[in-house]
């Protein structure tokens, strides 16, 4: 099975990311999709595994297959956890929405540190460019505030929200550099320190519910084990101990 393949047939939740999805789209945004897709039980009882995610089908499509995304999440990765709280879903079935339901299990005070280190390597960046350039990237520059603005008010409130709401033309103003960067670097240590801060007395837990998630996961891979049709190409091609198509 290609792929692509697993990606089209077998989604379980997909949705559309970055600035469409946090309300900072211009007329000249990308549209990026992300996905997660459950890989058949039968693909995994061969050596060669299916892959843990796939680059499209098509331009600005990316989708985790459900065990690594888990996998992800619970490790608060910050992309990973934003796609589950994105309010532009295209597409969810029933094992999407108890993925869904599951959001909650995956936040943990791990976010802090997740969050920190992705924002530390996105300013070591922007400070090389104004090294080399003189000036940063802006666009990243918003998408750092942003980033930082989200982690705040998670650590503060438990939830995580990822439109910018009334902050929009503020950040949309950073990407056209009309924002001075001493002040972006001020707003960027104040948003720093708030999550510090938050960090110490946040209501969200000390770890995810690993559990609860696992279980998921476990019972997810078994129902497609049952629902495997004895007479699917994947299945024959396991059963005679061949390959079927190229991965």
């Keep these: 099975m290609h792929p692509e393949d697993l990606v089209r047939d077998h989604t379980i939740y997909s949705c559309v990311m970055g600035s469409r999805a946090f309300g900072l789209a211009t007329e000249g945004s990308d549209t990026d999709h992300r996905g997660v897709f459950l890989a058949p039980a039968p693909l995994f009882w061969r050596f060669e595994k299916p892959p843990a995610h796939v680059d499209g089908p098509g331009e600005e499509r990316f989708s985790w297959e459900l065990e690594r995304f888990c996998e992800l999440a619970l490790r608060a990765n910050p992309n990973v956890l934003e796609c589950l709280h994105s309010p532009l879903v295209e597409h969810v079935d029933a094992t999407g929405r108890e993925l869904l339901s599951l959001r909650g299990a995956f936040l943990s005070r791990r976010v802090h540190d997740s969050f920190t280190r992705y924002a530390l390597g ?99 891979r078994r129902a497609s084990a049952h629902q495997a049709d004895p007479d699917d190409e994947v299945v024959q091609g396991v059963v005679r101990g061949g390959r079927v198509g190229q991965d």
């Design 122 to 220: 996105q300013r070591r960046k922007l400070d090389a460019d104004v090294r080399t350039h003189g000036a940063p990237r802006w666009k990243h520059a918003m998408h750092l505030l942003r980033l930082l603005m989200s982690a705040a008010v998670l650590l503060r409130t438990g939830e995580l929200t990822i439109d910018v709401g009334d902050r929009r033309e503020t950040l949309l103003a950073v990407k056209r550099g009309e924002v001075s960067w001493p002040e972006v670097e001020l707003w960027m240590a104040r948003l720093a320190a708030e999550t510090d801060e938050w960090s110490h007395r946040t209501p969200l837990p000390a770890e995810p519910d690993r559990r609860r998630v696992e279980d998921f996961l476990v019972r997810t």
